[in-house]
């Protein structure tokens, strides 16, 4: 029997990695996140409020190995907060406006960061809550998940892969969230892990058991559905593989 995921201590890290700062007190809803194995690529999340009633977070997913894109994942952080507070802070704005505009200046600051073109998908979200509505872009990254009462949506890209096209753009639809829905992002990593145990070829766990372990979790608590869906991966891989990060953020309506 695999052994399952449990959410790990957080450990000193070196000063050139960037870590996530603590997510911020949310009225009305939560938010966490996890990862599985040791960090060897490009993932990285993270989260910071952004005025009296919004709460701006994203999951990255950096083309490369941890060795070599630390300074860029850095960069990454650093522009997420710095850029964040500027668009999202003012006291009259349009928030569609200032998403598009974070994932446009975030993609020209990766691809002068890293000194020429490297894929980073994103997905970025501004969670007000007042009205319980979620304004994001999803930049060519895994679709984030969005179940409520009448079953899971897709939240599909909107736009291409940050670093790739200096004047590329992403589109950045706002949705509703009733009380008790929760959205679910994933990195490639959980959707590529595989199981080669009694497989004649290896197999993905995939999008579609992302969906059903989402469906099936009766737990509405933030951490505790982002570690489910990285049990699931552990199930299903029945070995340590780390092919590549395997994170789950988890945000939750609960009032």
Known sequence: MCPLFKPREQQPAPTSEPVPHQFPLIEGAAI????????????????????????????LDLAGRRASNQAILSAAQKMFYTLGAQLFSQADFNEAEAMTQLSIRLNRGLME????????PAFLGCYHEKFGTLCYTNAGHTPGLMKDSTG???????????????????DAPTIG???????????????????????????EFGLERVKDRLKGEPSNNAQELAASILNAVVEFTCQPLVPDDMTALAFVRDA
């Open 32 to 59: 966490a996140a996890d990862t599985y194995g040791p960090r060897v690529g490009g993932d990285f999340y993270d989260s910071l409020r952004v005025g009296p009633q919004r709460v701006l977070f994203g999951l």
């Open 113 to 120: 960061a890293a000194g020429g073109v490297i894929s980073c």
């Open 152 to 170: 899971i949506v897709e939240l599909g890209s909107t736009g291409l892969p940050l670093g790739l096209f200096s004047h590329a753009t992403s």
């Open 177 to 203: 969230l009733e009380k008790g829905a929760a959205i679910l992002l994933v990195s490639r990593g959980v959707v590529e892990g595989k199981c080669k145990a009694d497989k004649a070829e290896d197999q």
